[in-house]
């Protein structure tokens, strides 16, 4: 009696692992993190970058809110890895040198920056 339960879990099981990835399970091609020091996010940063996110080459942008001052972390996803590079390169020299928060941008191909902080 006990195996009756057995074989539905493992049908429902293999269905599961079937089935093909959510969008929002794919990993970011490019991903930007806007933190805070007790100030807020740089709002014309963030601004700017998603001036640049509206390219047609990014199928997709998730947000991810954290924290209590606006922290958030932007998932791009785009049609191609070389467009992820060239969109980090734009939005790199787009950043403020001494942004009011830290900022991060990586792209999966491990392209890496994190712009400093302004000092007071």
């Given at each position: 009696m006990k195996n009756a339960l057995v074989i539905p879990l493992i049908a429902i099981?293999?269905?599961a692992q079937s089935a093909p990835p959510s969008p929002s399970a794919r990993p970011c091609d490019l991903t930007v993190?806007?933190?805070s020091y007790a100030m807020g996010?740089?709002?014309p940063?963030?601004?700017a970058v998603r001036a640049i996110l509206a390219d047609r080459v990014v199928r997709s942008i998730e947000e991810r809110h954290q924290g209590r001052e606006g922290e958030l972390v932007l998932c791009a996803r785009t049609r191609r890895p070389a467009d992820a590079e060239r969109l980090f390169h734009r939005i790199r020299s787009a950043l403020p040198t001494a942004p009011r928060g830290p900022i991060r941008v990586h792209s999966a191909s491990g392209l890496r920056f994190?712009?400093?902080?302004?000092r007071r």
């Open positions: 099981s293999a269905c993190s806007f933190g996010i740089d709002r940063a963030l601004a994190d712009a400093p902080p302004q």
